[in-house]
């Protein structure tokens, strides 16, 4: 079983998890959205976008289950 990640909000559209990883919330299509993304250096691949934090740090569970 793989151990609890932990997220760290830095501001009110950006948490900080594991190394290269962030999730930050967006204004989409009248929503609120949080993508999932992981960066190295400048260049970052975004993972989805999820309706709510809880799913999007759902979603980064999945990537690396």
Same mark, same amino acid.
Do not use: S
């Given at each position: 079983m793989m151990a609890e990640v932990e997220w760290t909000q830095r501001d009110e559209y950006y948490w900080q998890g594991p190394p290269g990883w962030? /999730?930050?919330r967006?204004?989409?299509?009248?929503?609120?959205q949080y993508e999932l993304w992981f960066s190295r250096g400048d260049a970052g691949? /975004?993972?989805?976008?999820?309706a709510s934090l809880t799913a999007a740090q759902d979603l980064y569970r999945q990537k690396l289950g």
């Open positions: 962030t /999730i930050c967006v204004f989409v299509d009248g929503m609120w691949t /975004i993972y989805g976008m999820r």
